[in-house]
């Protein structure tokens, strides 16, 4: 006679795939939909550093400490919105520290993780007002150090997103379908025509003038690093097909618009067509939402794949059972740590030094636009060792085993 099964584990992996989300909120049941909790959390932050920075001076103006913000109204903004993202880095920081290492739903950092939701939300409003009561000078070194906080978040996001477009290719290459193969064909072939079509278009509306030498720059190294990536990927030792670098032109060809687009537009003759919708107000308020809410997703995104430096390590996936957590916590929270110094560093234009923002503006400014640059230029750094390193790492191997 079988012996029964112990039912702990398995009772609570089934409790979060029953019952409505009210009561899987209320028992803390769900790691999935805890994240979703937690993605509100910070959509509720960004919303806030918003508000402090475009419409919060005249509360600010009322805090005693943020008087002697250097004689300067202008900065009130940007402190207002570094002191939020304090508040927000410190939540997900202590939440990091709280559950990294959990790796079982029966620990008591799972529970934690998915549970206690009136601990932590009074928890996270305690640490949004915390830095408000905070002195200047703190606020000026931790604007300081959001700078590296959100290099480390760009590249995460990178090291995803490559890891991402690789998956898609070695689930098309490890299908022998015929339909398979015709559908990354046309895909590979749409990105590389949209790649193609977007740096012509670049061309037209941001270098209408030879003397816009800084954008022309910009349009042709990243249609020679399209050629780059496409000719590696392409090597016969590499052998990585054209799906890949299609959908990383596609990447590097929107960050690059993305850069140009940053480009203040006052004094700059070489950005008529953001000039022009400047003065779209309706149009501004769009662009504005539509960043907030990209900032989210990619947190989000990025926080539940824990799993993507295991392509920097080379290493194949472990073997997983029932009870385990679904999703690297700790990597989880630590991800939106670093968005929150990310979405900071986006609002002020990655300037802590005083200076006037536009309502309805995101990531502006000269500092934005080198940013987004040596990001793209990263971003294809990340992916050719994506692509020559196992070649290496097999190489070294081989030599070692002979010696």
């Known amino acids: 006679m079988e012996s029964p099964a112990p039912t702990g584990n398995n009772e609570r992996s089934n409790t979060f795939k029953v019952g409505t989300w009210f009561s899987q909120f209320r028992n803390g049941s769900n790691p999935w939909m805890a994240r979703y909790v937690y993605g509100l959390m910070f959509l509720l932050a960004n919303l806030l550093a918003w508000a402090v920075r475009d419409y919060g001076k005249n509360v600010l103006m009322e805090m005693k400490r943020l008087e002697k913000c250097e004689g300067q109204n202008e900065c009130l903004a940007a402190e207002g919105v570094l002191r939020v993202s304090l508040g927000c880095f410190l939540f997900y920081f202590s939440m990091f520290l709280s559950t990294a290492g959990a790796s079982k739903l029966n620990e008591s950092r799972d529970t934690w993780q998915s549970g206690w939701w009136s601990a932590k939300i009074v928890l996270w409003i305690a640490f949004i007002i915390i830095p408000f009561l905070l002195p200047s000078a703190i606020i000026k070194i931790y604007g300081v150090v ?3 906080g959100a290099g480390v978040f760009l590249l995460i996001q990178l090291i995803s997103i490559i890891s991402f477009i690789r998956w898609v290719n070695d689930c098309c290459q490890s299908s ?4 398979c193969q015709i559908h990354s064909m046309l895909i590979a072939t749409t990105a590389y025509v949209v790649s193609l079509v977007g740096i012509i278009m670049m061309y037209i509306w ?12 910009f349009i042709t190294w990243t249609l020679v690093l399209l050629q780059l990536m496409t000719s590696v990927s392409l090597h016969p030792k590499v052998n990585a097909g054209i799906l ?4 990383m032109g596609l990447y590097i060809v929107f960050i690059c618009w993305f850069a140009i687009r940053s480009e203040p537009v006052a004094g700059n003759l070489c950005n008529r067509k953001a000039e022009a919708s400047q003065h779209r107000d309706w149009l ?5 939402v539509i960043g907030v809410l990209a900032i989210v997703i990619a947190t989000f995104s990025t926080g539940i ?3 993507c430096f295991q392509t920097l390590q080379f290493k ?17 929270h630590f991800v939106f740590a670093t968005g929150a110094m ?4 986006l609002l002020i234009s990655w300037n802590t030094t005083n200076h006037t923002m536009e309502k309805w503006t995101i990531d502006v400014g000269w500092t934005s636009t080198w940013v987004r640059i040596v990001n793209e230029w990263i971003a294809v750094c990340v992916y050719l060792w994506m692509l020559v390193g196992p070649i290496i790492w097999k190489s070294r191997q081989t030599a070692e085993s002979v010696v």
Do not use: Q, W
């Open 176 to 179: 022998k379908s015929e339909r």
């Open 305 to 307: 794949d824990s799993k």
């Open 284 to 288: 501004s308020i769009i662009s504005f």
């Open 342 to 345: 990310y979405f900071a560093m």
């Open 206 to 217: 941001y270098s209408p003038d030879p003397s816009c030498f800084i954008n022309i720059f």
């Open 244 to 247: 890949t670098p299609g959908l």
């Open 146 to 148: 959001a700078h590296f």
């Open 316 to 332: 194949k996936d472990e073997t997983e059972s029932e009870d385990d957590v679904p999703y690297g916590y700790g990597f989880f």
